[in-house]
C-alpha cells in the first residue's frame, strides 16, 4: 500500500520561504493526482495546491496564488510545495493527499500523510 511521509516543515519568519516534501513508499506516485491541504488550530482544513500525475496540469488556491509552486518528480517518487514570501497566514499543518482514479474497478483510492507543522511568525 502507498504511504505518504511529509518534511520540511518548521519556523520561518514572514517573508521567508520553505520547501515541503511528500515522498510516497510502497507504490510508485505515477498514477496519483496529488494535493496539498492544510489546517490551522480552529478552522477547517483547506485545500492549497493539487497537480496532476503527469504533472502537466496545476491549481492553486487564492490565497497562495504567485507564492507557492507544486511540482514532481516521479522519478524520485516525490511531491514539492515550495513556498515563498510567507504569511503569518500561512501557519497550519500541511498535509499531503495522493488521489487515484481506478474506473475499470469502479473505485477511487486516496492516501494521506500525517502532516507537517508550519510556522511563519517573527
Known amino acids: 500500500q502507498l504511504q505518504l511521509l511529509e518534511s520540511g516543515g518548521g519556523l520561518v519568519q514572514p517573508g521567508g520561504s520553505l520547501r515541503l516534501s511528500c515522498a510516497a513508499s510502497?507504490?510508485?506516485?505515477?498514477?496519483?493526482?496529488i494535493g496539498w491541504f492544510r489546517q490551522a488550530p480552529g478552522k477547517e482544513r483547506e485545500g492549497v495546491s493539487c497537480?496532476?500525475?503527469?504533472?502537466?496540469?496545476?491549481n492553486y488556491a487564492d490565497s497562495v496564488k504567485g507564492r507557492f509552486t507544486i511540482s514532481r518528480d516521479n522519478a524520485k517518487n516525490t511531491v514539492y510545495l515550495q513556498m515563498n514570501s510567507l504569511k503569518p497566514e500561512d501557519t497550519a499543518v500541511y498535509y499531503c493527499?495522493?488521489?487515484?482514479?481506478?474506473?475499470?474497478?469502479?473505485?477511487?483510492?486516496?492516501?494521506w500523510g500525517q502532516g507537517t507543522q508550519v510556522t511563519v511568525s517573527s
Open positions: 493527499n495522493a488521489r487515484r482514479q481506478q474506473p475499470l474497478v469502479g473505485r477511487t483510492v486516496d492516501y
Open positions: 510502497g507504490s510508485t506516485l505515477d498514477h496519483f493526482a
Open positions: 497537480i496532476s500525475s503527469s504533472g502537466d496540469n496545476t
